[in-house]
């Protein structure tokens, strides 16, 4: 397996406009995580889904970001207006129900990482 | 709400010595403990994880142990290298939940 893939690598956009990433996670994976990561905070949980259904989303910032995962090859992390304090790289992880409930694998696989910068 | 602290934030260490990287945690009710290396511009590499129930894991030169009544794990890198040079990022998982709460990391570099 190619791992998670994350797309794009890096995007700049101008404040005001929509961005979308994408993320494809392991095949098999029933767990998809989006994490935010910036030198303020850290690495910070958004939302995860469990399934294609949505479990927690008490991390989205702010009604400006929504996701979705429409099957369970794909999601979305979407921005709307964008603004400059959304710059950060974003990061979407998978893992395996086997694994959490072993408690003996490594908890999630993560992506390369989308380095999104609103100007 | 669980809280993950990593000390030092940097550090900067010739190549040959020995290092420890501290990370602590508020709640000690966790599933496990993992160490991850992140290298820049790249995404997470998963180096050792902890079971609640174990106090320490090794892999080649690097030994993570764990201390959970305390909330302290500590990462010790024998003989570093440059190529350790990365930085490292501690995360708990708390019982009863499916994700990680990470530290901010420690960013390593090993000069030559």
């Known amino acids: 397996d190619a791992g998670v893939i994350q797309s794009p690598r890096h995007e700049v956009t101008e404040m005001g406009q929509e961005v979308t990433l994408r993320c494809k996670p392991i095949s098999g994976h029933d767990y998809l995580f989006w994490y935010r990561q910036t030198m303020m905070r850290g690495l910070e949980l958004l939302i995860y889904?469990?399934?294609?259904?949505?479990?927690?989303d008490s991390g989205m910032p702010e009604d400006r970001f929504s996701a979705k995962m429409p099957n369970a090859s794909f999601s979305t992390l979407k921005i709307q207006p964008s603004e400059p304090r959304d710059s950060a790289v974003y990061f979407c992880?998978?893992?395996?129900?086997?694994?959490?409930?072993?408690?003996?694998?490594?908890?999630?696989?993560f992506g390369q990482g989308t380095r999104l910068t609103v100007v | 709400k669980q809280e993950v602290t990593q000390i030092p934030a940097a550090l900067s260490v010739p190549e040959g010595e020995n290092l420890v990287l501290n990370c602590s945690f508020t709640d000690s009710a966790i599933y496990n403990l993992q160490w991850f290396r992140q290298d820049p511009g790249k995404g997470l590499t998963s180096l050792l994880l902890?079971?609640?129930?174990?106090r320490e894991q090794t892999s080649g030169r690097l030994n993570a142990s764990l201390d959970k009544s305390s909330g302290r794990s500590t990462l010790y890198i024998a003989a570093s290298q440059p190529g350790d040079s990365a930085t490292y990022l501690c995360a708990v998982r708390p019982r009863g939940y499916s994700t990680l709460t990470f530290g901010k990391g420690t960013m390593l570099l090993v000069s030559p």
């Open positions: 902890i079971q609640s129930s174990q």
């Open positions: 992880a998978s893992s395996s129900t086997l694994y959490i409930r072993a408690e003996s694998e490594p908890e999630a696989f």
């Open positions: 889904f469990n399934n294609n259904v949505p479990i927690d």
